[in-house]
């Protein structure tokens, strides 16, 4: 049997994010990981948060590596992903909490605004989304290794980069999304939290 997928930045961050996600999601009840990637983040954050149920989605490429992690690492709150393409209908019906991680950067600029219609669609009212990665402020990069990310991503698919945190606060707002709080994090990327409080 091959080895589950494996990212290090993933082990490097987990248990920062997890500081926060902890006061964060204190009153959700159902998460919903958008982009579950490896698999990691969701045996990890399940575990240590069992109030909730936390339900992973990928792309059906991305499932076998996610179901041999949860296969590993088994929680009776942590979900088998669903197939959600954030272009299409989400499958999951209302939840009280979003999370996603190092999504943004890797979706066309036109896809990332297709996330938060479904964000708008899918959190109910006063639930939460939380996003981590790296963004820009006022058009500048947070540090170079994160302009040096910029330029990889963009030579891999001009469509990629590094997103402006103002543009996205803009969807955010049309998703009838608040900002929280923006808070720094390692590695040169940030946690958003938003809470749904307009319909």
Known sequence: MSLPPFSQACENNKQAILSLLTEVFSSTRHVL???SGTGQHAVF???HL???????????INHDGINAWIAE?????????LALDVTQKWPCGEVDGIFTANTLHIMAWSIVALFFAGVAENLQQG???VIYGPFKYQGCFTSDSNADFDCWLKA???????RDIEAILALAATAG???LSDTAMPAN???LVFEKTQS
């Open 156 to 162: 891999h698919d001009p469509a990629r980069g590094v």
């Open 177 to 179: 999304l608040t900002l």
């Open 189 to 191: 990327n940030q946690l």
């Open 127 to 129: 639930g939460r989304l």
């Open 33 to 35: 990981e958008v982009g």
């Open 50 to 60: 069992p109030h909730l149920i936390w339900q992973t989605s990928d792309l059906t």
């Open 45 to 47: 954050f399940a575990q």
């Open 73 to 81: 690492y088994p929680s009776p709150n942590l979900v088998s992903p």
